[in-house]
Nanobody, 117 residues
Framework: QVQLVESGGGLVQPGGSLRLSCAAS????????MGWFRQAPGKQREWVAT???????NYADSLKGRFTISRDNAENMAYLQMNSLKPEDTAVYYC???????????WGQGTQVTVSS
């Protein structure tokens, strides 16, 4: 079983930056993809970004240019760098893994990001 633990969330002012981390309990080298989702209060869960085994990335159109996903296979870590944050970015952010296929089969517990003055 893969365990994912997110960290780095917190309160940040609009226009600020935050870097989320995701620590995996096992090697992520062979994972098909890792990614991030978020869920804002009263809204449906929303896909944020994906990074594939080979390093290619995909982003939600609305976030492209502000958010950057990365991973460090040696450290079994994934990251989400969030810049130019807006209040509407406020959400619980979840780290996810597609271990072998296209389905997100492992989820972290989430970390709260609040963008507010």
């Amino acid at each position: 079983q893969v365990q994912l633990v997110e960290s780095g969330g917190g309160l940040v002012q609009p226009g600020g930056s935050l870097r989320l981390s995701c620590a995996a309990s096992v090697s992520i080298f062979s994972f098909n993809a890792m990614g991030w989702f978020r869920q804002a209060p009263g809204k449906q869960r929303e896909w944020v970004a994906t990074i594939f085994r080979g390093g290619d990335t995909n982003y939600a159109d609305s976030l492209k240019g502000r958010f950057t996903i990365s991973r460090d296979n040696a450290e079994n870590m994934a990251y989400l760098q969030m810049n130019s944050l807006k209040p509407e970015d406020t959400a619980v952010y979840y780290c996810v893994v597609a271990s072998w296929g296209v389905r997100w089969d492992y989820w972290g517990q989430g970390t709260q990001v609040t963008v507010s003055s």
